[in-house]
């Protein structure tokens, strides 16, 4: 049996649904890119973090990591500290207001959750569609 042709609008809504999900995070501040929200967490999780390591982490170049952060210290969401033991490195660090910003989040359990073999599926595509953009970096498991 031969299988079913993709949707023609499946690109379409794969761009539509990413932007969707970014608005529905926080859709009173749309200046908070998904970028800005992953410095966000990093910074809560794992403490200061210095821009060359968020750059790595978030798999984006320092130029972007900087314009991210004298965003997010413009809100007061972070504060850049020199680093104790080597007063060279600038760490970012997480401010009460940004820490009250992350806890205002709206809960993921909104969205549907997929089956485990929708979930294989959905998360297959996404990772072929990376891969065929040629920035497949990071994405670990099989295609």
Request: proline residues 10%; contains cysteine.
């Given at each position: 049996?031969p299988?079913a042709p993709?949707p ?28 800005a929200?992953?410095?966000l ?13 968020l750059?790595?982490?978030l ?9 991210v ?17 080597d007063r ?17 989040e ?11 073999a929708e ?6 595509y ?17 295609v």
């Amino acid at each position: 049996m031969p299988a079913a042709p993709v949707p023609a609008d499946l690109p379409r809504l794969l761009v539509r649904t990413g932007r969707a999900v970014a608005r529905a995070r926080r859709p009173d501040d749309p200046g908070l890119s998904p970028t800005a929200r992953a410095v966000l967490v990093l910074v809560d999780v794992h403490g200061p973090c210095a821009h060359r390591d968020l750059a790595v982490a978030l798999d984006v170049a320092p130029a972007t990591v900087t314009a991210v952060v004298d965003g997010l210290e413009r809100r007061g969401h972070v504060t850049r500290v020199r680093d104790e033991r080597d007063r060279r490195v600038v760490r970012v660090a997480l401010t009460a207001t940004g820490r009250a910003r992350l806890a205002d989040e709206p809960p993921a359990d909104r969205l549907p959750q997929p089956s485990p073999a929708e979930a294989e599926v959905v998360r297959r595509y996404l990772v072929s569609v990376l891969v065929a953009l040629g920035d497949g970096r990071g994405v670990e498991g099989p295609v």
